[in-house]
């Protein structure tokens, strides 16, 4: 079983719907990071978590640490939102090793 | 303008030939890692480096070397390529640990 698990692994959905996209770890974690990949291949780092709730424009990031458990959402998405978003952790007790997940395709249609 | 900077973009080389992705960060940045990306396999990192002088292997850290001889400086050597190391390579920088992480633009290499 991988340490980060996302879901869904792809995500279809119509212009202006409200997108949510799911990061369960297993691992104690000092951060967690969500981090944004468009076609043309770049990776942009979006938020870093350690607690609570962050938003930044059109995207909101939470984090339960209890239950190990964090969402990124979008709202009134935008056929510029489609991209590959990835989930990576932090874990408490490694060196300065990123865990990754595999990522959740997002396809967002005029 | 804070960025990574990679170089070569694009590469097609052929099996053997010793070939060197340069990485430069103008942030000074303490910690810095290489990544490779395949289709289904997502990232998974080659080495590290903590500081000057300080790398550490990754989860697939065979056929390739690093060296931080600088801050600035984290290049990735490939001393004999093979067809298995044609991939997309990340170069990646952090202020701290836990810090939020800035990405190049990647380097497309194709081994022949």
């Known amino acids: 079983k991988n340490e980060v698990e996302q879901s869904p692994q792809n995500l279809t959905a119509q212009e202006g719907e409200f997108i949510t996209i799911n990061c369960s770890y297993s691992?104690?974690?000092?951060?967690l990071h969500w981090l944004q990949q468009h076609p043309g291949g770049g990776i942009v780092s979006l938020f870093m978590?350690?607690?609570?709730?962050k938003k930044h424009g059109r995207l909101i990031a939470t984090i339960n640490i209890q239950e190990k458990h964090s969402s990124l959402h979008i709202t009134a998405s935008h056929p510029r939102d489609s991209a590959v978003y990835i989930c990576?952790?932090?874990?408490?007790?490694?060196?300065?090793?990123?865990?990754w997940g595999a990522g959740t395709k997002l396809i967002i249609k005029p | 303008e804070a960025q990574v900077t990679q170089n070569p973009r694009y590469l097609i080389t052929v099996t053997g030939k010793k070939l060197t992705v340069t990485c430069s960060q103008n942030?000074?940045?303490?910690?810095m890692s290489w990544y490779r990306q395949d289709p289904g396999l997502g990232l998974r990192q080659i080495y590290y480096s903590m500081n000057v002088e300080v790398t550490d292997k990754g989860d697939v850290p065979e056929g390739y070397k690093v060296s931080r001889k600088e801050k600035r400086n984290f290049p990735l050597i490939l001393e004999s390529p093979s067809p298995n190391q044609t991939s997309l390579y990340f170069c990646?920088?952090?202020?701290?640990?836990?810090?939020?992480?800035?990405f190049g633009p990647g380097t497309r290499l194709t081994v022949l």
């Open positions: 942030m000074n940045h303490e910690y």
């Open positions: 990576a952790v932090n874990r408490m007790d490694s060196n300065y090793q990123l865990i």
């Open positions: 990646a920088s952090s202020r701290d640990r836990i810090g939020e992480w800035y």
């Open positions: 691992v104690g974690i000092s951060a």
């Open positions: 978590l350690s607690s609570g709730k």
